[in-house]
């Protein structure tokens, strides 16, 4: 892993872009990473852009700030693509990850040239096989750990259960869709370029 991995979601209110970031930060908190995961909060509502930020590290975090050279970048909604430019400041040896339904070949273009790597998702189909609904964030960010490296996929996994047991001990029967969508979204997202 990097000496510092900075990551930045793009999604839009209500898509789980920053509980997927926050998420991030505490199983690599309880993997015993020093991590920092925030949102950026503006006039935010259901449906509007917003952004989230996690870093990532071996080592104590002594910047406070914003991300302005992320080194990964996962996008929620590939509808983004049109009206934000998630490829600001993204490291060209980084990558990003889309969640779409769209073809390689629809979405590059949309890139900005951005020269680095670009992985797709289909969090979409995911949800529906696993979960019955369509939450992309619990697919996206097991993508993310997986392209990202910032921790190692089983301790990811068994952090989730973990989490996840927790957050829906009142609602057992949501688990095991929660870790399957995990479990697929890590062997199905593709590398496009």
Known sequence: MRHLTEIRWHGRGGQGAK???LLLADVAFEAGKHVQGFPEYGPERMGAPITAYDRISDNPIRVHSNIYSPDFVAVVDDTLLSSVDVTAGLK??????????????????????????VFLLNAHDVCMATLGKYFPNTPMLAAMVKISGVMDINEFLTQMETSLKHKFARKPEVLEGNLKALRVAIEEVVECR
Do not use: F, R
């Open 92 to 117: 060209a040896d980084g990558a990003i990850l889309v969640n779409t339904q769209k073809t390689p070949e629809e979405i590059l273009p949309l890139l900005k040239g951005y020269p680095g790597k």
């Open 19 to 21: 509980t997927a970031a």
